[in-house]
Structure formats: structure tokens, C-alpha cells
């Protein structure tokens, strides 16, 4: 495997590419996903590689296996900054909530999840776009509140709920 740019381009070929990697066993260490290296390199794959040669850890063999480990060291990831969150605010996060691209990836949900210990309900929709139509409705005066429109919405969008695996 030299690169990632035999990837997937469709749904059904990214679906059947979670499918295999979610066969796989978790893998015996997880990236640092908060390397600097990791932010917007020329290879993502090389990326990846440096860190875990660095590391003396093997490399996965294919693209389900790199898929499988990035999917679960980004949910650490997502995991380690719901504790920095609740350190820093005195709060404690009974959910995470997933939207975008991510929102589709039901490893990268699951994964979150069980890091987490925490259910992850995610919406297959743009964050971005709900947001900026959030602040108008308040503006407007049409809903209350950011809070209002979440009531209000949340309860009428597609979502799908991932619990942690015991």
C-alpha cells in the first residue's frame, strides 16, 4: 500500500471499507492524533507511518487496518477532549453529538462511544449549515434560543445513537 489514493469514492465503496475494518481486531496502540505532523501533510499515509515507525509500532498491512486504527485514535482523540472539556468547565458531557462527514462513519461513532464511555448521537447533516440557520432563526426571533432550536430540531433529524460496548 504506497498511498491513499486507491480510496474509496462512492458510499457503498466507503460502507464496504468500514464493514472490513470493523472485522478487524482494535489495534495494540493508537496514533497521536494530536501531532502536529498528523494536521495537513502531503502523504497522510506517510504521516501515519513516521509516527508509528517513531513509535516501533507496525504498520497495518491495507486500507482497511489503517482505517480501523485511525478511526479508533480519533475516537481516543474525541474522548481525551470530552475529559479536557470537563476538566476546564467543571461540567460533565452525557453525550457527544457527531455531525458532518464523520456523522456517517459508524466506526469513527462507535469507536467515540466506548472511548467516551458515552452514547454518540449522530446527525447525517452539515454542522456548518445548521449552525449558521440556528443563529438566524435566533435572530429572527423565530426560536428562543440556540438551546430552543436544539429542542426543537433535534427531535425532528434523522439520528443514529451509539452506546459504549461493555
Not at 462512492?10 to 494530536?34: F, H, M, N, R
Not at 516501533?56 to 485514535?73: E, F, Q, V
Not at 449558521?132 to 434560543?145: F, I, K, M, Y
Request: proline share 5%.
Amino acid at each position: 500500500l504506497k498511498d491513499f489514493t486507491s480510496r474509496p469514492t462512492s458510499d457503498a465503496a466507503w460502507a464496504k471499507l468500514i464493514s472490513a475494518a470493523e472485522k478487524l481486531p482494535a489495534p495494540a496502540a493508537l496514533l497521536d492524533v494530536t501531532d502536529p505532523a498528523l494536521t495537513n501533510p502531503k502523504s497522510m499515509k506517510a504521516a501515519i507511518d513516521a509516527q508509528l515507525k517513531k513509535r516501533r509500532i507496525p504498520a497495518p498491512k491495507n486500507l482497511a487496518g489503517y482505517t480501523r486504527l485511525i478511526c479508533d485514535s480519533l475516537g481516543r482523540g474525541h474522548a481525551d477532549a470530552k475529559a479536557s472539556f470537563e476538566k476546564m468547565s467543571g461540567r460533565t458531557f452525557k453525550r457527544i453529538l457527531i455531525v458532518g462527514g464523520g456523522s456517517k462513519n459508524r466506526l469513527l461513532c462507535q469507536a467515540t462511544a466506548n472511548a467516551a464511555g458515552v452514547p454518540v448521537v449522530s446527525f447525517a447533516l452539515e454542522g456548518t449549515a445548521v449552525g449558521n440557520l440556528a443563529n438566524q432563526l435566533v435572530a429572527l426571533r423565530a426560536v428562543a434560543s440556540i438551546a430552543a432550536f436544539r429542542a426543537l430540531f433535534g427531535k425532528t433529524l434523522k439520528q443514529t445513537i451509539y452506546t459504549p460496548a461493555l
